[in-house]
């Protein structure tokens, strides 16, 4: 069965910090993998990720994808209260996509 | 830019009624999809449409139904309401032609069955 498995489920850091988030996958007919943010609405887009080694950056957050481990990781350095948010991995096959539970990232001053 | 667009923002239902959550988008995206999403947990995959009259069932289709008569729009249909179906509601979209593009989201349907 397809399963998309993020860890931690939950993380507290303070300002300044650097997190790591994983997110691992076994799914069938993959196509990219994609990293959203939630904060109290809907996802927002972060990145999509379908070759393995490249990584992509944007300001402090970055992502990187293995295709043969079948894992990505997001990191977020010198994090910000504004970053406290559920941190969501999803795995788009081809007609769908699949949601891991998430990462709860809580930033404390 | 209204990308796609989500009614009602909040209900409350009683056990056995039904209601249509309606999604429109206005990017002309050929891929739509309805996700629900349980407290602390991802987003679950309802229903998906790959074009206008095509739908196919996603990882928990029991108890919902959509249509697809047309590009902009992909209605989810409850028939009779259960406490299980409290739950926020997502409606997703995406273009598939030509390069990768991410799913746009809405903004969600709260729904609570009591």
């Known amino acids: 069965e397809d399963k998309v498995v993020q860890s931690p489920l939950s993380l507290v850091v303070h300002e300044g910090d650097t997190v790591t988030l994983n997110c691992s996958y076994e799914v069938t007919n993959f196509r990219s993998l994609l990293w959203y943010k939630q904060e109290k609405k809907a996802p927002t887009f972060l990145f999509m990720l379908?070759?393995?080694?490249i990584e992509k950056k944007s300001g402090r957050l970055s992502s990187i994808l293995d295709k043969k481990e079948l894992f990505s990781i997001l990191n977020i350095t010198a994090t910000q209260t504004g970053d406290s948010a559920v941190y969501l991995c999803a795995v788009e096959r081809v007609n769908d996509m699949r949601f891991g539970a998430g990462t709860r990232l809580t930033v404390k001053p | 830019n209204a990308g796609v667009t989500q009614t009602p923002k909040f209900r409350i239902l009683k056990i056995g009624q039904s209601m249509t959550l309606q999604c429109t988008q206005d990017m002309n995206h050929n891929y739509m999809y309805w996700y629900r999403q349980d407290p602390g947990m991802g987003l679950k995959l309802i229903y998906y449409s790959v074009g206008a009259g095509i739908t196919d069932k996603g990882e928990v289709p029991n108890g919902y139904n959509v249509s697809r008569s047309t590009t902009e729009d992909f209605p989810l249909r409850l028939e009779l309401a259960a406490p299980s179906q409290t739950s926020v509601y997502f409606c997703?979209?995406?273009?598939?032609?030509?390069?990768?593009?991410?799913?746009?989201f809405g903004d969600g349907t709260r729904l609570s069955i009591l």
């Open positions: 997703a979209s995406t273009s598939k032609t030509g390069a990768h593009q991410p799913q746009h």
């Open positions: 379908t070759s393995s080694g």
